[in-house]
């Protein structure tokens, strides 16, 4: 499967080996995609150049990739159909069916 076009991976560090690392198919709100070995959810659906991750509960606001180490929630999405998975630190795994979490269900308090 081909990469995304909006393809952010960094191929190359001057101190960090990489290493050559299984490309991992999975899906984002219906849309195929490719990750890496290795990564997390979150760095991978970053690599393909997605930046909203999901909606506030109460504002409706975008949320997306901020502490990358499970402290925030910024990055919480439905991952095989559960809720409020931290994304920064959950490993991608070929396969997953990766969706974003609305506000579905919630007062609308705009
Ligand atoms: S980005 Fe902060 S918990 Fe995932």
Do not use: W
């Amino acid at each position: 499967m081909a990469e995304s076009q909006f393809h952010l991976r960094i191929e190359s560090h001057p101190i960090l080996d990489f290493g050559d690392r299984e490309p991992l198919t999975f899906t984002f709100d219906g849309q195929a995609m490719t990750g890496r070995e290795g990564d997390t959810i979150a760095s991978a659906l970053h690599a393909n150049g997605i930046k909203v991750l999901g909606y506030h509960f109460k504002t409706g606001r975008p949320r997306g990739y901020y502490c990358a180490i499970g402290n925030c929630s910024s990055c919480l999405m439905i991952v095989d159909g559960k809720a409020n998975v931290r994304t920064c630190t959950e490993l991608l795994r070929a396969g997953m069916v990766v969706e974003t979490q609305t506000d579905r269900g919630m007062p609308d308090v705009l």
